[in-house]
């Protein structure tokens, strides 16, 4: 005879997912117990059912707190990305990329092109797989992580910053190039690249080859080693075509036939 024999299941059970802090428990477990009569279940099935219910959702939340703590300026997938629109893009390559070993393996991505051609939609791509492969992710621009990390100078808090930024395994540095940096910029950027050197990943878009990239961080010195710690484990994906925004709009609806009036 069972210990429980002629008690409360269900309010034990209930108090029990309780104290595991496990609340799909005691909501799912009735509803799967019926389900498990219904259908013939062994009592393993419907234990491993009722623990995958409880897992699922915690899945889910993590990766649901972790998006909202990534801010994304918008949510953009790697399923919404028409390849079909860039006949160039190294499908296989970005298709290695979801699989977030880069991450694993605290390797960077580099996506560089002209405006428009989907560079930031593939970085928030990459980062939302990564943050549902459990890792944790931020994404800002380039402009807004200098901020960031200049009000920390200010106050003496730089290498702190520095330190707080490598629990992120994956941060997203958009739009490089767009707007120039002044001396002091230039050298917070290079360190946030050291920083991340062998110890986290970065995804860093550019409009701009890197032959160009001492025009926007001033000084050539600054951009050689920059660009050195960037790369030396790095995924560089240059892609080349039309805007998407153009492009779409010069394949949308052919434009009416002339009316002719009689
Ligand atoms: P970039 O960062 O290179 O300037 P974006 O990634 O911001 O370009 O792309 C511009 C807009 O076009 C965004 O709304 C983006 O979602 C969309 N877009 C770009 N390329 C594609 C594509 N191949 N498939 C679907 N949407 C795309
Ligand atoms: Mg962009």
Known sequence: ???LAGKDVA?????LARELKAPVIAATFSALGDQARAEGWSH???LAAVLGRQVASRVANGTRMRL???RFPQIKTLEDFTFEHLPTAPRDIIAHLATTTFVARKENVVLLGPPGIGKTHLAIALAIKAAEAAYPVAFNSATGWITRLADAHEHGRL???LRRL???RLIVIDEVGYLPFDAA???LFFQLIASRYETGSVIVTSNLAFSRWGETL?????AAATIDRLVHHAHVIALDGDSYRTRAHRTGPPPAAPQTTN
């Open 1 to 3: 005879m069972s210990a």
């Open 11 to 15: 309010g034990e059970i209930t108090f």
């Open 44 to 46: 393993e099935e419907y």
């Open 68 to 70: 909202s703590a990534a």
């Open 159 to 161: 290498e702190v910053e």
């Open 166 to 168: 490598n629990r992120y």
């Open 185 to 187: 910029s230039a050298a």
């Open 218 to 222: 001033g000084d050539d010195v600054v």
